[in-house]
């Protein structure tokens, strides 16, 4: 028998083990030192930007840098290019002079004489009975917008993007420039960046509307953790709006009005936040105010009008209300004198827009004016009322005089 | 009579409405070479609302239709990255229920079912604005037209004109005058107008019927924000807001006499007034602090506040924890606001674990407390009470390419009742043409104020799409739920969405 001391030892490391496991299987390739700027927040580039291709030649970038080839001498192009689609890879003839292969425009391709100028040296897969037929190799189908030109006269070197490609043997997307790299250029202060401009569409695909272009082919772009903690994680729905009213202009690089008015217009429902029969169940919901009600719907507008059709109200059409029974606890429990724990004053004070979800100012004033202002004089008003009423009425008598005539002495103790 | 005084006043608006847009939608000359995207989603679903006491039952014949208009590059041939750009969003709507009987929205002659405000076919300008960025050498963008504003204050709209300027110090400056979007106004919605008061479009109707449905009218507003701009580590946002309010308002509604005029307030008076901030402190590997606050200056009071502290202990995992206070409060013309009400704070705490690209869960717990004084009537010498809420949430995803699948289960417990329930669901794009989605839920609740409320509902949802083109997809769903409270409750929904671009 394990004394307590021990077992909780055992608890304790076992909890340990499997964080550490867990730390180990969930955190994926971590950042090496070859890689491009920006691997240390994303180890991975985008599969969405940059669709992963295979890559049926062997092309060992250390060995051949370490003969002196510089970047150029394969990849040209590299250097005038001005849009993404070009093709930066060599041609097969810029292998042929080291080779001595022959890649003749059109006719069958001759291996070289040595080991180094075999087909198989090079193309994988190459099998002698189809001596001609090799794997076509694709260029990776990048979704941005890329201008190496640029980059070239301003004097950026291809590591500053792609890393130290010079170390590794075959180059991969993992060679693929990670966004936050391009940041630390892109998002310098005007004055230093010169013209590499911050704007999302400088870098990404412009969509509808101007806007970034988000869904690609290879799925859904989201922003990263990094970008103003704004990470699309199971739980945003829940928490965006503290996100959006503290810098909206962010939110608004891919999502344009359209996207804030499908939930938040409340016209049409979104089964993530409303699931289920939400018609029979969101009276609970309601009253437990979550989701938020106010986010997207006006109560006095939305649910009073609809209540209003269902007969759900204390005042209203007739016919509406003809078969109403009674929707709250009991008059001698919910209404009135002496309070029992579910008296109405307590629900109102708990959460008063549940109240004016479906009543108006009518029904309450009916009990809460002043016996001079047509009621049964209870006041509603909470501790602290008269610190606050005069500066109130002064901006806006109103709701003043629903439940006090103007003569009300009462008033004078506001004025 | 009144009727056609009401038929009257929908033909002016109607009428109003085409005169407003139709200059917007003119403006896009065919000799710019503009890009212009022209948009439509449709929406038809039908399905019926059973009232609880079981009559009237609401049958609900819903048709909703958007048709957008953006035209990009007005600025013209010359465009320069970084330069001046002009652009012109629209967007309308019909949002129409054919459901709805006759007599609901026409005839209020005794006895009747006849609602205020309702309307069978409303149409409105969700925006529709000229957007000017990077004037001036670059610093001063100007926005024309009806609007929205997304800030610490909420989401809003107004008509109007707004400025924002990027200042040296990384420092903006916005500023903005025009109306309030209110309903009852042509080609307008309700939707902004701070709740409280029930109002709308009284054309038509006696002053002593539904004396509590008040007349809307113009509501001037203005307001402004500064906020950084261009930070690493930090931003902050701190808005103002107020707008006023100009029809007269019924102020004595009960005990009228018959035939007796209610009295009403006239002239101008606050509406709303509120001050807001936000802020946002982030370290890269660290975490990231935010905070925020709602003054409500008429009320004198704050109106919310939260704090929200994340912390990144590993690339994959995100633990955090929200806290946050909310106390109502409504339009300056309400009496809600001087009743006795307080707060609703809720405190969760929660771990996102990023698993991989693919996968990713999120798991949340807490607890919301409301709050009454001992004695509701009394001067809350005797200390506040508390009700407890127990609130707890989890979800797992899988998302890869063009589709999702994932699990949510939520819970929330407390004296006044409960809800807890878990959803299913997945969703997949098929050879990029067609669409598939499915989802199933189990939830039960509780309703400890009427019991009878209560109900354990099983619901499915399937649904089919196609894609002709990337920018038209047509979805068919249905749905269908079955508890105790309604026994079966069907629902179908069609879904049209298209889009143009030149």
Redesign the interface.
Known sequence: MMRPSTRMLWLVCAIALIVAVA?GA???PSASAWMPPGAA?S??PS?VIFPSRPIPIRFDHARHTRMKQACSHCHPAALTSTRTSDRLLPRPTVCDACHGAKHPESGPVIAGATALGACATCHEGWQAEQPQAVRRMQAIDAKLRSNHAVHARRKIGCGQCHGAVQQVGQATTQNMPRMRGCQGCH?L??ESRG?A??ECT?CHLQG???RMQTHL????LRPP??L??A?H???FA??HA????????L?ASCH???D??RC?????RD??VH???W???H???A????P?C?ACH?????C???H?????TA??????R????R???PADVFTRAP?TA??H?????????A??SCH???D???C??SRG???LG??????G?L???G??LR?????????H?LSDPVLGSCR | MLASRGLCAARRKWAAGALLTAPLIACPAPSLAA?V?V?S?T?AQGYS?R??????V?SRRRF?Q?L?L?V?GIEGEDRK??GP?I?V?I?M?L?ADFGLGW??YHDWT??????P??QQAPFDL??GYVDMRRLAGGVLDVRLGRQ?V??????WSFDGAMIRSQLPFKVALESYTGFEQR?GLALS???F?R??????DRTGLEPSYY???LPSGYAPAWGGAVET??T?HF?L?ASYRKVW?SAP????????AAGEVP?A?TGM???T?RL?A???L?F??LG?L?A?AVYDV????FSSY?A?L?L?P?????VGS?ADR?V?T?D???????????P?TTWTG?A??????AV???V?GGV?W????TD??G??SGGRSH?T?V?G?A???H????GAA?A?AML?R?E????Q?I?L?ANRLLQ?RWHVLA?T???D???E??PD?S?T???Y?LGGGYRPGPLTQVMLEWEH?T?R??GQ?FRVMVWLQM?VTR
């Open positions: 730390s969930l955190a994926g927040q180890p991975q599969p998002d202060p005007a013209d401009r911050s400088t509808e509307g101007g082919p290879g799925g859904v953790r990094w103003g903690q990470e994680g199971a739980d829940r928490r503290k996100v959006a009213g503290d810098n909206s202009r939110c344009g009005e359209d804030c008015a938040h217009d409340g016209r049409m089964r993530a699931p289920n029969d018609l029979s169940m009276a609970v919901s009253r437990q105010n979550s938020r106010d006006r109560a006095q507008s939305f009073r009008t609809c209003l059709r269902a007969g759900v005042s209203g059409s007739s016919l509406a003809a078969q109403q029974g929707f709250h606890p309070k579910r008296h004053a307590w629900e109102a004070q708990r959460n008063l827009s109240c004016v108006s100012e009518r309450c004033a009916g809460h004016a202002g047509g009621g209870v006041n509603p008003h909470g501790p009322f610190s606050r009423c500066l109130a901006r806006n008598p109103r709701p003043c005089l629903v439940c005539d | 890009d995207e948009s989603t929406a609302l009232s609880p006491y079981g009559d009237p609401l909703m958007t957008g953006v990009r990255p970084g750009e652009t969003r967007r709507r949002d007599g609901e005794p006895p009747n079912r006849f609602v405000g309702l969700m925006y929205y997304i800030d610490p204050l909420g989401w309903g919605t309700p939707r107008e709740d409280g008061v029930w109002r709308g004396p509590e449905f701009w261009g690493k931003n946002r309010s308002a019924t102020t004595r509604m009960t005990a009228l009295q307030w008076r606050t509406s007034e807001g936000s802020g946002n982030y890269d590997d990231d935010r925020g008429y009320s004198s009071l939260y929200t994340d990144f590993a690339r994959w995992l995100t929200d909310f109502p409504f300056a013309d309400s009496i809600f606001n001087w009743f006795s009400h307080y609703m929660r996102e674990l990023a698993m991989s690209r990713d869960a999120s949340s919301r409301v709050e009454t004084s509701p009537e001067d809350d009700l809420d609130i949430r979800g797992v995803r998302r890869a390419g063009t994932g949510s929330e407390g006044r009742g409960h809800r329930g959803d669901f990029e989802r839920s189990l939830y609740w509780k309703d104020l009427r409320r109900a509902s099983f619901g949802v739920n508890n409270l309604v409750r889009m």
